[in-house]
């Protein structure tokens, strides 16, 4: 089992957050793979914030291979 740590931080309105979420795959990811995720993540996460109403600005997305 590999895991993943995905960091995406982010800016609404003055404040930056870290957002943190943890993936878990079977078989390491390709880059194609890590691309993709940071992508369907970054959606959720506007998506979920825009349902409240906030604009959320994307800084930086990564994901490190945790073990």
Do not use: P, W
Not at 26 to 48: C, G, L, N, P, W
Request: charged share 35%; glycine share 2%.
């Amino acid at each position: 089992m590999v895991e993943y740590l995905q960091e995406l931080r982010v800016r609404d309105g003055s404040n930056i957050r870290i957002i943190n979420s943890h993936v878990y795959k079977e078989k390491h990811m390709t880059d194609e793979e890590i691309e993709a995720k940071k992508i369907e993540f970054s959606k959720y996460m506007q998506e979920v914030y825009a349902s409240e109403g906030i604009n959320l600005e994307i800084i930086d997305n990564i994901i490190t291979e945790v073990r």
